[in-house]
């Protein structure tokens, strides 16, 4: 009798300790946005980490229901202060009909990862995927501005052999770009002083008798060995296990840090924007870190008009959103993220009124 009182103290305190760290993670991770990455690496990881803790703390609650815990009610104020945050990465908004968006101007951001699920499929599998990857693409013919990023010449090919636009904008050493079904009226890049694939193009697109100025970018990548290679490999597969997590882990708050400097390098190039204003792409960051703050401050974001999982990325870890869709001066009426096997990245789909 004893012994199993014994045990019930040691379950007691382990819950409690529990419950008390995942709040304290909580707030934290709730602070993050509000500093620079560097300077605050712990708040900046622990925002990285943010619906990991908020599923943790989901879990830690059910079970002092189970047992009938005294400390039920830290998980529920836990629950409380982190419930808002989660709503960056869940929708709970409705859906529209978009087969009745057909007047609404579509703009899509794809992260295509070099199309590297192509290029390693061997086989019958070979063949098939290829054919898919083009009949994907033809089924969304309804995109009018498409950005992409990780764009090499395998993607180009596929995109030009199955979707329709009449005007594209490229540099070729650079792994961004702007495909349009309307004119391209003038363009040009933000530097980010990175390399090839971390880069950023603009163009102002004449529709109808609107403009509007469109970036795509793809901000500073997470490397798990801490350095940035001049080159990218657009032929090797990525390497995705532990000892590359913890080294994501490791090196975050400095990559964090850099992406921060190049958010503030667009923000003030689009500043000078005389149209409605799209930002396009991949992010690297979450909605809970310092980096989206800026980048999102005075614009919208698309994923507002969507529903359930705002998960954009292809990993084990639920809810990752690092690709985005931001605007302003345009009338958001839909969101569409596509999960799909020929990118580690889902096709994003915003539909604007002007």
Same mark, same amino acid.
């Given at each position: 009798?004893? *012994?199993?009182?014994?045990?019930?103290? +040691? +379950?007691?305190?382990?819950?409690?300790?529990?419950?008390?760290?995942?709040?304290?993670?909580?707030?934290?991770?709730?602070?993050?946005?509000?500093?620079?990455?560097d300077k605050k690496p712990l708040f900046a990881v622990l925002g990285l980490f943010y619906p990991l803790i908020f599923l943790a703390n989901l879990g830690l609650m059910t079970l002092t229901l189970v047992l009938r815990s005294k400390t039920l009610f830290i998980s529920i104020l836990t629950l409380l202060i982190g419930l808002p945050g989660i709503f960056s990465y869940f929708g709970i908004n409705g859906q529209p009909d978009y087969l009745e968006l057909t007047d609404a101007l579509c703009i899509s951001s794809y992260n295509l990862q070099f199309s590297k699920p192509l290029t390693f499929a061997t086989g019958q599998d070979s063949l098939r995927i290829k054919e898919d990857f083009e009949t994907f693409l033809n089924a969304h013919d309804d995109i009018d501005v498409l950005c992409v990023q990780e764009y090499g010449w395998r993607s180009k090919h596929h995109i030009q052999k199955s979707?329709?636009?009449?005007?594209?904008?490229? %540099?070729?050493?650079?792994? +961004?770009?702007?495909?349009?079904?309307?004119?391209?009226?003038?363009?040009?890049?933000?530097?980010?002083?990175?390399?090839?694939?971390?880069?950023?193009?603009?163009?102002? %697109?004449?529709?109808?008798?609107?403009?509007? *100025?469109?970036?795509?970018?793809?901000?500073?990548?997470?490397?798990?060995?801490?350095?940035?290679? $001049? +080159?990218?490999?657009?032929?090797?597969?990525?390497? $995705?296990?532990?000892?590359?997590?913890?080294? %994501?882990?490791?090196?975050?708050?400095?990559?964090?840090?850099? *992406?921060?400097?190049?958010?503030?390098?667009?923000?003030?190039h689009a500043a000078h924007s005389p149209y409605p204003t799209v930002l396009c792409g991949d992010l690297n960051d979450t909605p809970h870190s310092r980096v989206y703050k800026e980048l999102a401050q005075g614009m919208d974001d698309a994923f507002r008009a969507s529903q359930g999982s705002g998960k954009t990325l292809v990993t084990r870890v639920p809810l990752v959103r690092i690709d985005y869709i931001f605007s302003n001066g345009m009338e958001l009426s839909g969101y569409q993220s596509l999960p799909n096997e020929y990118s580690d990245h889902y096709m994003l789909k915003a539909y604007y009124e002007l």
């Open positions: 009798m004893e *012994r199993n009182t014994s045990i019930r103290k +040691v +379950v007691g305190f382990g819950i409690l300790c529990g419950a008390l760290l995942l709040l304290a993670c909580t707030i934290l991770s709730h602070l993050s946005p509000f500093f620079e990455p979707m329709d636009f009449s005007t594209t904008y490229h %540099i070729d050493d650079k792994s +961004v770009a702007i495909l349009s079904k309307y004119p391209i009226v003038n363009k040009g890049i933000v530097e980010l002083n990175s390399n090839t694939a971390n880069t950023c193009l603009w163009a102002d %697109i004449k529709v109808d008798t609107d403009t509007l *100025r469109v970036y795509t970018y793809h901000l500073e990548s997470n490397r798990h060995t801490g350095k940035v290679p $001049k +080159v990218i490999d657009q032929e090797s597969p990525e390497k $995705k296990n532990v000892s590359t997590m913890l080294g %994501i882990v490791k090196y975050y708050p400095p990559f964090s840090h850099k *992406r921060l400097l190049q958010v503030r390098r667009i923000k003030e």
